[in-house]
T-cell receptor
Framework: GEDVEQSLFLSVREGDSSVINCTYT??????LYWYKQEPGAGLQLLTY?????DMKQDQRLTVLLNKKDKHLSLRIADTQTGDSAIYFC??????????FGSGTRLQVQP | EAGVTQSPTHLIKTRGQQATLRCSPI?????VYWYQQALGLGLQFLLW???????NRGNFPPRFSGRQFPNYSSELNVNALELEDSALYLC????????????FGPGTRLTVL
């Protein structure tokens, strides 16, 4: 079955880079996503990567995909206090049903 | 451009009652998705509607049902409510079957007493 795992917590200092990691089990995943959830808010789509790509960069965000190891990471450059939130990785193995990880809480220290 | 909207924001029901949750997709989007975010269980896929038809269903009992209207808005109905149905219910929309990006609304917090 599908399973997506993330570490629960990450703390970084403002200005540093943050790296949030995710592993997934379904090798048929077509798209992999990163979402951000701030307190009291819904999920905000940050970026996604197609499974035939290794890397995608979007301003401060860099997504790396290691398909062999089924490992996905999100790097946030120059992390700001406004980046404090819960980050979810999700995979889609077809028919638009996303399977989410449990989320990584990013705390940015000033 | 307005995002996905959901109503009500909060809903309190008692066991055995029925709950109806509503979702309006982003203008121009034809697909609507429902997810449940329960404590300890994380986010789980419930339903996908596109062009008025149910296209996919997650591993939930039949008392979870829904529909999509001609204007692409959607309702999620939960019958015979149980305590464990207490959760945040998130709706998302996308441009259609060929588009993978799902944009989420703020959710409806359902509390079952």
């Amino acid at each position: 079955g599908e399973d997506v795992e993330q570490s629960l917590f990450l703390s970084v200092r403002e200005g540093d880079s943050s790296v949030i990691n995710c592993t997934y089990t379904d090798s048929s995943s077509t798209y992999l996503y990163w979402y951000k959830q701030e307190p009291g808010a819904g999920l905000q789509l940050l970026t996604y990567i197609f499974s035939n790509m290794d890397m995608k960069q979007d301003q401060r965000l860099t997504v790396l995909l290691n398909k062999k190891d089924k490992h996905l990471s999100l790097r946030i450059a120059d992390t700001q206090t406004g980046d404090s939130a819960i980050y979810f990785c999700a995979e889609e193995a077809g028919r638009r049903a996303l399977t989410f990880g449990s989320g990584t809480r990013l705390q940015v220290q000033p | 451009e307005a995002g996905v909207t959901q109503s009500p924001t909060h809903l309190i029901k008692t066991r055995g009652q029925q709950a109806t949750l509503r979702c309006s997709p982003i203008s121009g989007h034809t697909s609507v998705y429902w997810y449940q975010q329960a404590l300890g269980l994380g986010l789980q896929f419930l339903l996908w509607y596109d062009e008025g038809e149910e296209r996919n269903r997650g591993n939930f009992p039949p008392r979870f049902s829904g529909r999509q209207f001609p204007n692409y808005s959607s309702e999620l109905n939960v019958n015979a409510l149980e305590l464990e149905d207490s959760a945040l219910y998130l709706c998302a929309s996308s441009k259609g079957q060929a588009y993978n990006e799902q944009f989420f609304g703020p959710g409806t917090r359902l509390t079952v007493l």
